[in-house]
Structure formats: C-alpha cells, structure tokens
C-alpha cells in the first residue's frame, strides 16, 4: 500500500482562526489611516503638481519621483529606524505614515490624471461666470475628477492593504506579524499563513465589493443627470 505523508495539520486552521481576529482589526486600522493620510497627500501633491508655479510643481513632482522610485519597505525603515536619532517614532504611527506618504504619491498621479481628463472648457465656462480658479475646481473640476478616479483608487486601496503587512518588520502586530509569532511557538508555519492569508482575501474581497458598488452608484447618478 502506498502512504501518503500530509504534513500540513489542517484542523490547527480552525482553531487557531479567531485568534487573528485582533491582527485583522489593526491590519483595517493601519490600512484605513494610511488611505487616509494618502488621500489627503494626495490630493494637495496632485493640485501642485498641475500648478503653472514652477516652486510649487517642482517640489511635487520631485516626492512623486522620490516615493515612487523607492520600495515602501525602505520608506518603513527610515521613517522607524533611520528617524531614530532625532525622534523616535512607534511602530504603529511609522507604519501609518509610511504607508500614507507611499500612497500619496501613487494617489497624486490618479487625481492629476483625473483632473486633467476633464475639458477645459468646463473651467473656462465657469469661469466666464464669475467663477474664480479655485472655485471652479471646488465646484466643476473636482466633483467630475473623483467620479473618474474611482476605479485605480479603489485598486490602490486594494493594494494598500496588502502592503500593510511590510509593518510586521518593525513588529506591529497585524496579520502577518501574528501569522509568524503563532509559527515559531507552534512551529505550524503554513497553517498559521494559510489563515493569514484567508483574512486578507476575505478583506480585499469586500473592498472589491465596495468598490464596486461605489462605482456602480456614480454611474447611475451619471445617467440620471
């Protein structure tokens, strides 16, 4: 007879699966402020990015080339590490701001393109109105642009959350990092990866959803106008 050799204990999946239920929640949290940060990044990086100001533009586009011509794992390291002799930053608001300075570059460049694919003519005729520069792009320009932009933010909200677990190299305790820690007590590696890995999926998986539903959502307003 032909044995087999499993060496996987797939019932350790179950009962070690509300375990990560915490590591799930810092994972959303981190993830959260970190779009958070980028979005608010973003869109000022994006505005002066288009800026005809040469002081303004110059600077923006020089972080945009800076944070999107390095790994966010470098990015991590210097803000906790490489920080560490002027200030001391914590785990937990390093990999916040990491994540919220990486992603604002990325967000950056979806708002400029967004804002950019509108016509002209629509700033021109709001401003044929009496409408100043900034108040046309309040009113016409950025309402139509976020509309536009939904799609890449939602996959660079996507993948956000997946670069969150790079926070477990500096030990803050989200899902990867409480994957590895269960490893080495337990020593059941791939178990504790396999759950891991069906948190994030579970998570991406509804942001897809949300996403989309967003999306769904515009395009009706789009037709009911």
């Given at each position: 007879?032909?044995?087999?050799?499993?060496?996987?204990?797939?019932?350790?999946?179950?009962?070690?699966?509300?375990?990560?239920?915490?590591?799930?929640?810092?994972?959303?949290?981190?993830?959260?402020?970190?779009?958070?940060?980028?979005?608010?990044?973003?869109?000022?990086?994006?505005?002066?990015?288009?800026?005809?100001?040469?002081?303004?533009?110059?600077?923006?586009?020089?972080?945009?080339?800076?944070?999107?011509?390095?790994?966010?794992?470098?990015?991590?390291?210097?803000?906790?590490?490489?920080?560490?002799?002027?200030?001391?930053?914590?785990?937990?608001?390093?990999?916040?701001?990491?994540?919220?300075?990486?992603?604002?570059?990325?967000?950056?460049e979806i708002f400029r393109g967004a804002i950019q694919s509108i016509d002209r003519g629509q700033r021109e005729a709001a401003m044929s109105l009496g409408m100043t520069s900034w108040q046309a792009m309040k009113r016409i320009i950025l309402p139509q642009a976020f509309k536009r932009a939904v799609p890449p933010l939602g996959n660079q909200f996507i993948i956000a959350l997946k670069d969150s677990s790079l926070a477990s190299v500096i030990a803050v305790p989200e899902l990867l990092s409480r994957a590895r820690q269960f490893g080495s007590s337990n020593f059941l590696y791939m178990e504790m990866l396999v759950i891991a890995g069906i948190y994030y999926l579970i998570m991406t998986s509804v942001l897809t959803v949300v996403v989309n539903y967003v999306e769904e959502r515009l395009r009706v307003s789009e037709y009911r106008a």
């Open positions: 007879m032909l044995n087999i050799y499993f060496p996987y204990n797939l019932s350790a999946i179950p009962e070690f699966f509300s375990r990560f239920l915490q590591a799930a929640w810092m994972t959303m949290q981190i993830t959260t402020l970190g779009i958070v940060l980028g979005l608010v990044l973003g869109l000022i990086i994006a505005l002066l990015r288009i800026s005809p100001i040469k002081i303004l533009n110059g600077p923006a586009k020089a972080y945009i080339w800076a944070i999107r011509g390095t790994p966010l794992l470098l990015q991590l390291l210097v803000i906790y590490n490489g920080m560490a002799p002027i200030v001391r930053i914590a785990g937990y608001p390093a990999a916040v701001i990491a994540l919220g300075i990486h992603n604002g570059a990325y967000l950056a």
